[in-house]
């Protein structure tokens, strides 16, 4: 480490490069008495250990433990939030390797110096808050990235990645992750996370979660020939319950908790069975219309809910996303390579037919997720505060940023009150990014809970009680850990 370092630590002292620290305080209220309140309740949780019930980390590099292979590779070509805003500031994504596998090592290399030299434009950023948590605590770096370092960076962060102390297990066990959710397709086999389950090295618990949207989508290019994976005689609409529910309880056999729906709209509509089993042999013949597949991806989203009523799955629900925003981009570079945009959503029309009939339904969890802030308290809010089911999600991508968490924090609680939320989410592909994501939110409640007992709302005992609560209790209740 210190051999690796000399590099970094030679230039610090010619006073060429700017240095990169983490300010002990940093997210904490500016007030002086408010921060010193909000640093004892973040001193008391900051070691707790970090539960993620949903996010997409490949289960695979926790069961082979290669080793990453470069810095690219680790914090570049897997993380969407990074490449858009290099894409934006005029980075050609092919230039960063996205979609693609692990780059050779000339090609990986120069799009790490891509990314050192528009380090600026990560400015006011959380993704600068992550980068900065990262590169200090996981790796030890002592200077902002530029173009001048650019090198000596990656080959310290590579000769690092090359240790044991930095393999993907031994950074698992490093983080404090006492339970890691994947997001996986109904139609996989979960064979690696049955070998972790089984591994007695292995002390994380790493769970799957049934995704089936493209399954429900059945308007979708491919859908006839797709759903064929979900096993089982799919040729008719019966067939087709009776797999998903197969899947299901496959799924909840190697330890899934939670079913992740992510549709355009949040319609729960549901429609008479010989419509559903018309419209399926529609799609199946590949001549249904749009909103004949609108209305029946509508009518599947009840049925899920029906089923985690009979299964327990927990049920979470994302909508609002326009993805694929740039067909050429998705041509080219496939999903989530960083042109998915939020759409104004609304849930409380499009969730009443599920929640008139599921609502009260006992053991029951519904967490509703949104990139459109104004729901939060116009319809999450109120709808989380009436119905036992349901619990507001933490803000979610384009919103799990200090502003936005923020307004979250006190739209949903003053309507809805603390245990109403979901407690944190990662909802990340970049493994080194899951404890800087998790030390934001524990931050920023800290400072939220410092607030009311400064002004006298909260005692500052009931304010450590609520902040364990959001870190440690209360994702354990929602999600039935």
């Known amino acids: 480490m210190a051999t690796a370092c000399e590099p970094i630590a030679t230039a610090l002292t010619l006073g060429l490069m700017a240095a990169l620290t983490l300010h002990p305080d940093r997210l904490l209220p500016t007030d002086p008495a408010v921060r010193s309140i909000a640093r004892r309740l973040y001193e008391a949780v900051r070691d707790l250990p970090i539960v993620s019930p949903h996010g997409h980390v490949d289960p695979r590099i926790l069961r082979d433990d290669t080793p990453f292979a470069d810095p690219t590779s680790l914090f570049l070509q897997p993380d969407h939030y990074v490449t858009r805003l290099l894409h934006a500031g005029g980075v050609p ?185 018309r419209i399926y042999r529609a799609a199946r013949a590949g001549t249904v219309s749009p909103a004949e597949a609108a209305a029946f991806r509508r009518h599947m989203t009840f049925e899920m809910a029906r089923m985690s009523c009979d299964d327990g799955l927990v049920m979470t629900m994302h909508p609002g996303i326009h993805r694929n925003h740039h067909p050429a981009t998705a041509n080219q570079f496939g ?92 909802d990340t592909r970049a493994f080194c990014s899951i404890p800087a994501r998790h030390d934001m939110s524990r931050r920023l409640d800290a400072g939220f809970l410092a607030d009311l007992v400064a002004a006298h709302r909260l005692d500052e005992d009931e304010a450590l009680d609520a902040l364990t609560g959001l870190v440690d209790d209360q994702p354990r209740k929602v999600f039935k850990l």
Do not use: M
């Open 93 to 277: 994504l092919q230039q960063l390797g996205v979609g693609e596998e692990p780059l050779p090592e000339n090609r990986a290399r120069e799009a790490w110096r891509l990314l050192c030299a528009h380090w600026d434009l990560f400015r006011g950023t959380p993704v600068r808050y992550w980068f900065d948590s990262e590169l200090v605590d996981i790796f030890g770096v002592t200077e902002r990235p530029c173009a001048e370092n650019a090198d000596a960076l990656y080959d310290l962060i590579a000769g690092q990645l090359r240790q044991p102390s930095h393999r993907p297990r031994a950074l698992l066990r490093r983080f404090g992750i006492d339970f890691l959710a994947t997001t996986d397709d109904p139609g996989d086999d979960l064979t690696a996370h049955a070998a972790l389950r089984d591994d007695p090295a292995v002390d994380t618990t790493v769970a799957p979660t049934f995704r089936p949207d493209r399954y429900l989508e059945i308007g979708r290019p491919g859908w006839p020939e797709q759903v064929k994976a979900l096993g089982g005689d799919v040729g008719d609409y019966a067939g087709y319950l009776a797999a998903l529910e197969a899947r299901r309880r496959y799924f909840i056999a190697h330890g899934a908790v939670s079913a992740d729906h992510g549709h355009a709209d949040a319609g729960t509509e549901p429609i008479e069975r010989h419509e559903a089993e």
């Open 335 to 426: 999903p989530d390579s960083g042109h998915d945009i939020p759409t104004a959503v609304e849930f409380t029309h499009a969730l009443q037919p599920l929640l008139a009939r599921f609502g009260t339904h006992p053991g029951f969890h519904l967490v509703l997720f949104t990139v459109d802030a104004d729901v939060y308290n116009r319809e999450i809010a109120p709808l989380a505060g009436f119905y036992p089911c349901v619990y507001a999600g933490a803000p979610w991508w384009f919103l799990d940023n200090p502003s936005e968490i923020r307004h979250y924090q006190a739209a949903v609680t003053e309507i809805a009150g603390f245990s109403r939320l979901s407690g944190f989410i990662d």
